[in-house]
């Protein structure tokens, strides 16, 4: 199972990632890249859209760690 998540980078900060929940979990990694192509950037906020725009917020998929046994079940 594969998830999306955004992940931030500050300079002072350090590092953030954050599974985007309203979103699901995704069979195939397509599947979940399908859905950040179709969902990003139209339905963020005007800040988030300039930080996607100016590369500082990313949408990536993950594999669920632990989905190899949802996978044998089937």
Partial sequence: MWSIVV?????????EAHAVTD???????EACNAAI?????????ETARAQYEGGYRKFICVKAMG???LDRLR
Avoid at 7 to 15: K, N
Avoid at 23 to 29: H, L, P, Q, R
Avoid at 37 to 45: C, E, F, I, M, R
Wanted: no cysteine; proline share 7%.
């Fill in 7 to 15: 992940v931030l980078s500050g300079l002072l900060t350090g590092p």
């Fill in 23 to 29: 979103a699901g979990i995704f069979k195939t990694e």
């Fill in 67 to 69: 989905s190899e046994a």
């Fill in 37 to 45: 192509a179709a969902s990003v950037p139209s339905q963020l906020d």
